[in-house]
T-cell receptor
């Protein structure tokens, strides 16, 4: 089954404790992206990647890191999480560039206390 | 960077009526405009998209129109059904950078 998976689905952590949210897709998509969703703000792009070893900042990259060492994986790293990073995070992937349908993962609800 | 504004933020219609959601964008170089539907507790899913070389696209009860000169695009849903109730997001893409609107919560009353 074609899908995008994220782990963990729920995470409660404390300020400053490094964490990684994994994202994996099995559709051989070149384009992968991370978004955060906050009430009243819609979806905001954090980082995106056109292919292996190619990543670019989106709208709100501050406080986040990403890597794309393999085509199927695109982890999101929070080196020192802060309470303002409490949010619902979605990973997405698409064929080619970003101008094709993006398939979203199930979401990761992160709470930073 | 690109800025996408979406209106209204909430919309309530009677079953069978039409619903229209409008978005404006700021960057004339944006060239791809998708619409996503997000049901409560679910992930966003693409319902329709349009590219900058097309003025209108239709898929059954859903249509999207694009006015490049005015930099706005709209989602039209006809003959609404209760299962159309969800949050709808518009987006604009420029150079692989996707910007979303804040969303419209559509409620279809039976």
């Amino acid at each position: 089954e074609a899908q995008v998976t994220q782990n963990p689905r729920y995470l409660i952590t404390v300020t400053g404790k490094k964490l990684t949210v994994t994202c994996s897709q099995n559709m051989n998509h070149e384009y992968m992206s991370w978004y955060r969703q906050d009430p009243g703000l819609g979806l905001r792009q954090i980082y995106y990647s056109m292919n292996v070893e190619v990543t670019d900042k989106g709208d709100v990259p501050e406080g986040y890191k990403v890597s794309r060492k393999e085509k199927r994986n695109f982890p999101l790293i929070l080196e020192s999480p802060s309470p303002n990073q409490t949010s619902l995070y979605f990973c997405a992937s698409s064929f080619g560039r970003g101008d094709y349908e993006q398939y979203f993962g199930p979401g990761t609800r992160l709470t930073v206390t | 960077g690109e800025n996408v504004e979406q209106h209204p933020s909430t919309l309530s219609v009677q079953e069978g009526d039409s619903a229209v959601i409008k978005c404006t964008y700021s960057d004339s170089a944006s060239n791809y405009f998708p619409w996503y539907k997000q049901e409560l507790g679910k992930r966003p899913q693409l319902i329709i998209d349009i590219r900058s070389n097309v003025g209108e696209k239709k898929d059954q009860r859903i249509a999207v129109t694009l006015n490049k000169t005015a930099k706005h695009f709209s989602l039209h849903i006809t003959e609404t059904q209760p299962e159309d109730s969800a949050v709808y997001f518009c987006a604009a893409l420029r150079d692989n950078d996707m910007r979303f609107g804040a969303g419209t919560r559509l409620t279809v009353k039976p």
